[in-house]
């Protein structure tokens, strides 16, 4: 089975969304977030600049690969699953990661019933991530290459043929050099350094 490490997020908020179902109104975010404090932050803001709104309803999920994954669905006060899992079913659907989608509702006097709240909190998220930026990543290792000057050719020799991605560098009579690799491709480039005499080869990500 090939290892998948590629991933879809967004890496700014998309702009405000608006939907409109019976003078009850749907505002839509996405943000992008990899912490449970950021999501907090993102709420509480959200809930001063719409402080008249009924109901802020959320999902979220964060992770790059499906195993690692963490998500979270909240009604926040609307009947059970007529909010948060539709928001996170477009989570799904747009294969997203490291999102936060929140859809905040101002009550227009008529009951939409489950199926219009369904269909209203969906939409809303559905929205907020057509508008959004959507890119592709690689989950990258990063590894610690560690040789003395005299190596140096040999090293560098490695990363240009393999076309490595260098973070940083310290060159001087005792070298070190950061490097990011894709996942697919880590434990390869692992086992290349890790047979040189002479150079050592450190995974970070532990």
Known sequence: ME????YKTITTPSP??????????????????ISEAEIKQHLDNLKKQHHQARHWCYAYQFGMQKKDFVFRANDDGEP?????????????SFEVTN????????FGGVKLGVGGLINA??????MA???????????????????????????????????????????ELSCQI????????AQSIFEIFDALYEIQIKDLND
């Open 129 to 171: 991530l057509e508008a959004s930026n959507i890119e592709t990543k690689t989950v990258n290792i990063k590894y610690a290459v560690s040789f003395d000057y005299k190596n140096m050719n040999k090293v560098m020799r490695i990363i240009k043929e393999k076309h490595l991605n260098i973070i940083n560098q310290t060159l």
């Open 121 to 126: 909190y969906r939409t809303g998220a559905q």
């Open 3 to 6: 290892l998948t490490d590629i």
């Open 178 to 185: 950061i490097i990011s690799v894709r996942l697919k491709d």
């Open 80 to 92: 059970n699953n007529s909010a948060g899992m539709p928001i996170y079913g477009q989570i799904q």
């Open 99 to 106: 999102i936060l989608i929140v859809v905040v509702r101002y």
């Open 16 to 33: 405000e969304v608006m939907f409109k179902d019976r003078n009850s109104k749907f505002f839509g975010y996405a943000f992008p977030v």
